[in-house]
């Protein structure tokens, strides 16, 4: 079956620690995108990478990093300098050509940071 | 990022309704995108639209491309328990990121 995963489902950590939440894709889409999504708010963009080995920063790209290393996945770190880190996160990923701009999602991550 | 308004925030409907909801924007875009989202799942997307104008359907739900390119419009009809859930527009500018709307909660009646 052709998706994408990510993993954990939930996950927990403590304040000051640095985590690092999975995102892997089987559909051979070259972009690959992080968002953070807050109770009662929308989709907000964290990273994103057109392209293996590049990855550009989105709106709210601060205490947080990316790797690209391989095109199928695409980790994210949330970092202890990131202020709110406790949200639901979601990874995506679109196809080249005409059709690029139709993001699928995976199932999300739950992060706590106590 | 862009602002997309949508509404209403929130809707309570009994089974078998028809139900309307839009995105507005300040910015014209290129691209309209609707999805659902089940609580605790990620987004699956329904219906993408790319010229102003476009009416696309995708069984029960229909959705436009608005004439002025800064807004877009879901219908569903004949409302189901199963249609329960999150539905958010995104809309994407000139550039490759999508800019997504703050979700209509849709509660469906039985």
């Known amino acids: 079956d052709g998706g994408i995963t990510q993993s954990p489902k939930y996950l927990f950590r403590k304040e000051g620690q640095n985590v690092t939440l999975s995102c892997e894709q089987n559909?051979?889409?070259?972009?690959m995108y992080w968002y953070r999504q807050d109770p009662g708010q929308g989709l907000r963009l964290i990273y994103y990478?057109?392209?293996?080995?590049?990855?550009q920063k989105g709106d709210i790209a601060e205490g947080y990093s990316v790797s690209r290393e391989k095109k199928e996945s695409f980790p994210l770190t949330v970092t202890s300098a990131q202020k709110n880190p406790t949200a639901f996160y979601l990874c995506?990923?679109?196809?080249?050509?005409?059709?690029?701009?139709?993001?699928?999602f995976g199932p999300g991550t739950r992060l706590t940071v106590t | 990022g862009q602002q997309l308004n949508q509404s209403p925030q929130s809707m309570f409907i009994q089974e078998g309704e028809d139900v309307s909801m839009n995105c507005t924007s300040s910015?014209?875009?290129?691209?309209w995108l609707w999805y659902k989202q089940d609580p605790g799942e990620g987004p699956v997307l329904l219906i993408a639209l790319y010229k102003a104008g476009e009416l696309t359907s995708n069984g029960r739900l229909t959705a436009q491309f608005g004439i002025t390119r800064k807004d877009s419009f879901l219908n569903i009809s004949a409302s189901i328990p199963s249609d329960v859930g999150i539905y958010f527009c995104?809309?994407?500018?000139?550039?490759?990121?999508?800019?997504f709307g703050t979700g209509t909660r849709l509660t469906v009646i039985p």
């Open positions: 990478s057109q392209i293996v080995n590049d990855f």
């Open positions: 995104a809309g994407r500018t000139g550039a490759n990121n999508l800019f």
């Open positions: 559909l051979n889409h070259d972009a």
């Open positions: 910015s014209i875009f290129n691209t």
């Open positions: 995506a990923s679109s196809t080249g050509g005409g059709r690029s701009y139709e993001q699928y």
